[in-house]
């Protein structure tokens, strides 16, 4: 369900990043040298404060000191794939940073300029966010154009994936995703421990798992928030297909030694693979947005008008076209169209009842959420099985594992090949 949505139905409240303490004086100092490039203090400090904001941890001393092995290790690896798409001459452009930053907003159910505005907020400097999706968006880019071919599977490659889905039929699969943290040196093991177990502390507080997976995971995943889609066991490395395989939905494991690193999980779903029938709406909301929160027992005279102009829209509007004419007239944000909607996933169940029972192309009475009323029309309903695989969800599941071989191959060489010189801090 698409986060507009999300947002509306269960009302949720964002609570604002807190204010940034004031910095302490301190002298930019080099930390690092790749290949003749240099990582500073402050490019340590700026991205380990990022996280910090972002998993709700405080920004203290103590909590930045145990963030900054990791975070200086990661701006190393950083430095070389930059490098590398440099020299290849990957273009990256500000409006593909732009794109990916309200993408992340998307998925983490942030207003557009949320997430920047939060950042201000706090202290750290937008930069430091616009330079990590940079390196994400050239490195995914680079690793294409070397795939070549390999990035356009043919025909028969698609058919015989789709063949070994359908004689999976009827066998688990599971909606999964990922963080990956790499382990090149053994003598790191410790240490890149002790960081993914305070990850997974992190996330099983609350801390989004997009967020987590876009700032620190060295997975090709890392820009779609982790997301591996849904994948079979066969296509998990074995020890975390037996972790996956006994997880309820919803779950974080411990993080779990695979070659070459640390891998954290969540499981966001199972099925049954060929076997996921499921009701797909089309829908549209107008939503008449409050001035100030609700007081259930005291509503002021703005939000008693908002709820007789609900009422008169729930009473009156005819058809999906009317809907959306209503929409632009009520000041608020939020898209007349949140998108295919699957109603077995809304919550809580009492809404999914009521657009359970809504007949196609008739309001809803207006919901009342603290910050607006909304009222809700169907204008399709469709059985789908969503368990089915398509030729372009094959196409897409194949070039991924080849990319994520590939990328995790590159990274290995450029270490190996690199001139590091890690400074005492």
């Given at each position: 369900?698409?986060?507009?949505?999300?947002?509306?139905?269960?009302?949720?409240?964002?609570?604002?990043?807190?204010?940034?303490?004031?910095?302490?004086?301190?002298?930019?100092?080099?930390?690092?040298?790749?290949?003749?490039?240099?990582?500073?203090?402050?490019?340590?400090?700026?991205?380990?404060?990022?996280?910090?904001?972002?998993?709700?941890?405080?920004?203290?001393?103590?909590?930045?000191?145990?963030?900054?092995?990791?975070?200086?290790?990661?701006?190393?690896?950083?430095?070389?794939?930059?490098?590398?798409?440099?020299?290849?001459?990957?273009?990256?452009?500000?409006?593909?940073?732009?794109?990916?930053?309200?993408?992340?907003?998307?998925?983490?159910?942030?207003?557009?300029?949320?997430?920047?505005?939060q950042l201000r907020r706090a202290g750290v400097e937008p930069r430091v966010l616009y330079?990590?999706?940079?390196?994400?968006?050239?490195?995914?880019?680079?690793?294409?154009?070397?795939?070549?071919?390999?990035?356009?599977?043919?025909?028969?490659?698609?058919?015989?994936?789709?063949?070994?889905?359908?004689?999976?039929?009827?066998?688990?699969?599971?909606?999964?995703?990922?963080?990956?943290?790499?382990?090149?040196?053994?003598?790191?093991?410790?240490?890149?421990?002790?960081?993914?177990?305070?990850?997974?502390?992190?996330?099983?507080?609350?801390?989004?798992?997009?967020?987590?997976?876009?700032?620190?995971?060295?997975?090709?995943?890392?820009?779609?928030?982790?997301?591996?889609?849904?994948?079979?066991?066969?296509?998990?490395?074995?020890?975390?297909?037996?972790?996956?395989?006994?997880?309820?939905?919803?779950?974080?494991?411990?993080?779990?030694?695979?070659?070459?690193?640390?891998?954290?999980?969540?499981?966001?779903?199972?099925?049954?693979?060929?076997?996921?029938?499921?009701?797909?709406?089309?829908?549209?909301?107008?939503?008449?947005?409050?001035?100030?929160?609700?007081?259930?027992?005291?509503?002021?005279?703005?939000?008693?008008?908002?709820?007789?102009?609900?009422?008169?829209?729930?009473?009156?509007?005819?058809?999906?076209?009317?809907?959306?004419?209503?929409?632009?007239?009520?000041?608020?944000?939020?898209?007349?169209?949140?998108?295919?909607?699957?109603?077995?996933?809304?919550?809580?169940?009492?809404?999914?009842?009521?657009?359970?029972?809504?007949?196609?192309?008739?309001?809803?009475?207006?919901?009342?959420?603290?910050?607006?009323?909304?009222?809700?029309?169907?204008?399709?309903?469709?059985?789908?099985?969503?368990?089915?695989?398509?030729?372009?969800?094959?196409?897409?599941?194949?070039?991924?594992?080849?990319?994520?071989?590939?990328?995790?191959?590159?990274?290995?060489?450029?270490?190996?090949?690199?001139?590091?010189?890690?400074?005492?801090?």
């Amino acid at each position: 369900m698409r986060p507009l949505l999300r947002a509306l139905l269960l009302s949720t409240l964002l609570a604002a990043a807190p204010a940034a303490p004031p910095a302490l004086a301190q002298t930019t100092r080099i930390v690092a040298v790749v290949n003749g490039d240099i990582v500073t203090s402050a490019d340590v400090d700026g991205r380990r404060r990022l996280f910090a904001i972002n998993a709700g941890l405080p920004v203290s001393p103590q909590v930045l000191d145990r963030l900054t092995p990791q975070v200086t290790r990661l701006l190393v690896d950083e430095r070389l794939r930059m490098q590398e798409v440099q020299r290849r001459r990957v273009a990256v452009t500000d409006v593909d940073v732009a794109s990916a930053v309200a993408d992340l907003e998307r998925r983490n159910n942030l207003a557009e300029g949320q997430l920047v505005a939060q950042l201000r907020r706090a202290g750290v400097e937008p930069r430091v966010l616009y330079d990590q999706i940079r390196v994400q968006i050239g490195w995914a880019r680079l690793i294409r154009a070397l795939l070549g071919p390999q990035a356009r599977p043919g025909e028969a490659e698609i058919n015989d994936y789709i063949a070994a889905q359908k004689a999976r039929t009827g066998q688990p699969e599971f909606l999964v995703s990922e963080i990956f943290i790499p382990v090149d040196d053994p003598s790191e093991a410790p240490q890149v421990q002790r960081f993914v177990d305070d990850v997974v502390g992190q996330l099983r507080a609350g801390v989004p798992f997009p967020l987590a997976a876009t700032q620190f995971s060295q997975s090709q995943t890392a820009l779609a928030g982790g997301d591996l889609g849904w994948v079979g066991p066969e296509a998990l490395d074995p020890a975390v297909a037996s972790v996956v395989n006994q997880m309820p939905p919803g779950a974080i494991a411990n993080p779990i030694r695979v070659p070459g690193g640390y891998q954290i999980v969540a499981l966001r779903q199972r099925r049954l693979v060929g076997r996921d029938e499921v009701t797909i709406l089309s829908m549209r909301q107008v939503f008449f947005p409050f001035t100030a929160a609700l007081n259930p027992d005291a509503p002021d005279a703005q939000q008693l008008q908002q709820l007789q102009r609900a009422q008169a829209l729930a009473g009156s509007v005819r058809g999906c076209e009317g809907m959306e004419a209503a929409s632009r007239s009520t000041g608020s944000d939020r898209p007349a169209d949140p998108g295919e909607v699957r109603l077995e996933q809304l919550n809580p169940p009492p809404l999914r009842q009521m657009i359970a029972g809504l007949a196609i192309g008739r309001a809803s009475e207006p919901i009342i959420a603290p910050d607006g009323i909304a009222v809700i029309m169907v204008c399709s309903r469709e059985r789908r099985n969503e368990g089915e695989v398509t030729p372009d969800m094959a196409r897409s599941a194949i070039v991924r594992d080849r990319a994520e071989l590939l990328a995790r191959q590159l990274q290995r060489d450029l270490r190996r090949r690199a001139q590091i010189e890690m400074r005492n801090t």
